[in-house]
């Protein structure tokens, strides 16, 4: 209501040059609906998962602090060997996204788009405290979910 | 003196009238975000195990209530931002581990996007943007029909499924939803977390493009914004604790109703070389910082290399120069024993507080946390802090000059804050390549959604006074336009128009195309606004005849319909007309 008691408080003005305004509206209306969004062209609505991306490589790392819940006595220990590759491959996936070679799609107009399969997609991941409960941090690299986790990487290997 | 500006109606976007058809009767505010479960039979969303509604989750099988969980987070987020066109989350469950929860963030970037109709179109040329909020200030779906969020959560991870927030000691969902949904709506940037590299990098362009939340990130020890800096700046910033700031007015207009007063701070005060602030770990022993706090100088505990402890800097054993460090700041290396033994001992010497760094095992980690181990905790009466290995040794090589530092809290500084007021983003000194700058600072006080550590305490509010997440993304872009018509709410003549298709007088459809205007009205806001006030119905009539009039010999509307608006305004009883 306010913006449009705004609108009233200039009326008669307003009217006595609507013709000239609606004038102008056409040659500037012209120039606003000459104004485009460029897009490519409609994909298709999304049906499927895409697949697991793959990292770069994956490395070997050690666990450090005790970050798994035992699901048969509900005591925190550290993950075993099977336990860890499989966290390390699933963080591995998500956090070790190159980015340098990201491809731009340029658009009609001379902007661009770049697909980030992935990349660019922080993680929420987690450790327990020892009441039991999960402390739970946002990462978005590799580096830092080792050092949340207390991962350290294996020299060894 | 907007309005005399008009838009002819071919300019008017098809998706805008498809939307007021959709809508008509409902408030335009808000956008429509559509979670779409990509998940197979029996597995993530279509989980059929069966499961008691919890929380006012209503779901009775575990996937429906994860997908309930989802759409409920999804519409919080849709009651908070405005867009005209639908967000679309491509979302699943996973096996990704009992430590994972899940990820979301934006599926494509755009730069120099254009728009449609009234939309405004990137804010900055050479610039990238997510694609939902691309497409919200494009006024259009850039890639239409694909994701613009790709959200992928764990099935591993046992989750609280209510909407009620009252998650008790697990996680709530939905409150992790909100968090991984603001990284993909646009509280993220898109530069390298590994080299500090911008994206979109080629050969003819070896410096790439900046991203919009990039532009708003400043080095207080420096003022240069990120997309003002080298590759080797931005690294170094992404590095400087507590020097790494936002430089957005939503945000800092909304610092002082959200952070409290009483920045948690760890300052050497000389020498010169080594002296600022430090990032710091806390202890869960002990008393809290506070001010006036401690200040002193610093002296290197010593003890016997001992069973306890094969160190004389482990501070496990009771201190042999117990004498020196009494009245002053304890410096003891992590390792071997407990945090609580080493402080306990320091307070047995007579320390005022304590320090306690890491050790060459945990070289390139953080400055930890300190658990209590339940019976030398008590014993503790001093502040005990922890700092990172490369800080507590770069204190060890000042000693001989002397090393003077203060712990507690800035009574004058919001805790998240810097001391000009501008929030503080999450830029530790660690270890890694690269950090979290898409992130409040864990310093922050209240706990804001968006900082690393997604706590138990947060609500599942989104702005002011309870947090800062919303004033971001309108500093990144998201701006309020409660009727979706490409016009911040601040500057449109009216935020709430009527966007129907067609021209309606007193509930008569006069069946003649209902114009959007430059500045945000419409042709049913215009006539709306001659009734205001109209002394009677005549005036209205002769006010209404005008318009039509004029939009007559613009050629907007035919005769038809011009005698179909001043019929609807002659029969209309606006203005008292019996």
């Known amino acids: 209501m306010t913006d449009i008691n705004r609108g009233k408080k200039g009326l008669k003005g307003y009217l006595r040059f609507l013709p000239l305004f609606v004038l102008s509206a056409i040659i500037i209306g012209s120039i606003v609906a000459g104004t485009r969004v460029f897009s490519e062209s409609p994909k298709s609505l999304i ?3 895409e697949p697991m991306p793959t990292p770069q490589k994956t490395r070997k790392y050690i666990a450090t ?43 009609s107009n001379g902007g661009e788009a770049v697909d980030l399969d992935g990349a660019f997609a922080p993680v929420a991941i987690a450790r327990p405290r020892a009441d039991g409960s999960m402390e739970v941090r946002c990462v978005t690299s590799m580096e830092e979910a080792a050092d949340f986790l207390g991962l350290v990487e294996d020299d060894t290997q | 003196m907007k309005r005399k500006i008009f838009l002819t109606r071919a300019s008017i976007p098809a998706f805008a009238l498809a939307f007021v058809l959709f809508m008509t009767g409902n408030a335009l505010a808000g956008a429509q975000i559509f979670v779409i479960n990509v998940d197979g039979p029996n597995e993530g969303f279509n989980d059929p195990t069966p499961v008691a509604p919890v929380g006012g989750n209503s779901g009775t099988t575990k996937g429906q209530q994860r997908l309930i969980a989802f759409q409920f987070a999804a519409d919080r987020w849709g009651a908070t931002i405005d867009s005209p066109v639908p967000i679309i989350i491509q979302s699943s469950f996973d096996p990704l581990g009992a430590n994972v929860l899940g990820s979301a963030g934006a599926t494509v970037v755009f730069r120099d996007f254009g728009s449609v109709g009234l939309f405004p179109g990137a804010a900055f040329p050479g610039t990238w943007y997510g694609s939902a909020l691309a497409d919200k200030r494009a006024g259009a779906d850039l890639n239409p029909g694909a994701a613009d969020i790709r959200a992928r959560f764990s099935s591993d991870f046992d989750f609280y499924l209510g909407l009620d927030n009252n998650h008790g000691t697990k996680n709530d969902l ?77 945000v800092n207009n909304d610092v002082s109703s959200v952070l409290l007063f009483g920045s ?6 000389s020498p010169a070389a080594i002296s600022g602030p430090y990032q710091f770990g806390t202890a869960a022993f002990g008393p809290v910082l506070s001010s006036p706090g401690v200040s002193g100088t610093v002296v290197a505990a010593l003890d016997a290399a001992d069973a306890a402890g094969p160190a004389t800097t ?9 004498a020196a460090v009494a009245g002053h700041i304890a410096l003891i290396e992590r390792g071997t024993c407990g945090f609580a033994v080493k402080a306990r001992n320091a307070t047995n010497a007579g320390a005022t507080a304590v320090i306690i760094y890491n050790n060459s095992a945990n070289a390139a980690a953080a400055p930890p946390g300190m658990a209590d181990d339940g019976i030398n905790g008590p014993f503790v009466t001093v502040p005990t802090i922890s700092l990172t290995r490369a800080d507590g040794l770069s204190i060890v090589g000042q000693l001989g000059v002397g090393v003077s530092l203060s712990i507690g809290v800035d009574p004058n500084v919001r805790a998240g804050a810097d001391d000009q007021g501008r929030a503080r983003l999450y830029a530790p000194f660690p270890v890694v390549s690269g950090s979290s700058v898409s992130h409040y600072d864990t310093v922050a006080r209240r706990n804001l959604l968006m900082e690393p550590n997604i706590n ?57 195309p209902n114009y959007l205007f430059q500045g945000g009205c419409t042709s049913n806001d215009y006539i709306a606004s001659f009734a205001v006030g109209a002394k009677n119905h005549g005036v209205f009539v002769s006010r209404v005849a005008a318009f039509a009039n004029a939009l007559l010999e613009a050629g907007l509307i035919t005769e038809e319909q011009k005698d179909a608006i001043m019929s609807a305004a002659g029969e209309s009883s606006i203005g008292g007309r019996k």
Not at chain 1, 87 to 100: A, E, F, G, W, Y
Not at chain 2, 216 to 223: I, K, R
Not at chain 2, 264 to 269: E, I, L, N, Q, S
């Open chain 2, 314 to 322: 482990d501070g496990c054993s009771a201190f042999t120069n117990a």
């Open chain 2, 456 to 512: 138990p305490d947060l609500t599942h509010n989104l702005k002011a006074p309870d947090d800062l997440t919303l004033e971001l993304l309108t500093d990144v872009g998201w701006f309020a336009d409660s009727d979706n018509d490409g016009v911040t709410n601040a500057s449109d003549c009216n935020p709430n128009s009527n966007l129907s298709d067609t021209v309606v007088i007193d509930g008569r459809d006069t069946g003649a």
């Open chain 2, 264 to 269: 948690p701070d760890v300052r050497v005060t």
């Open chain 1, 65 to 107: 602090r005790e970050i798994t819940v035992d699901k048969q006595t509900g005591k925190i220990r550290k993950p075993t060997d099977q336990e860890l590759n499989e966290l390390v491959s699933s963080l591995s996936q998500m956090l070790d996204r190159p980015t340098d070679q990201l491809a731009a799609r340029t658009l």
């Open chain 1, 47 to 49: 049906a499927a998962p």
């Open chain 2, 174 to 250: 939905v409150t992790v939803l909100l968090h991984e949904f603001a990284h993909g709506l646009g509280f993220q940037t898109f530069v390298s977390p590994s080299t500090g590299a911008n994206l979109g990098v080629s050969a003819d362009n070896p410096q790439g493009f900046t991203d919009v939340f990039a532009r708003y990130l400043v080095d207080s020890t420096n003022g240069l914004h990120w997309n003002d800096m080298t590759l080797a700046q931005r690294q170094a910033s992404a590095v400087k604790f507590g020097r790494l700031v936002w430089d957005g007015s939503n």
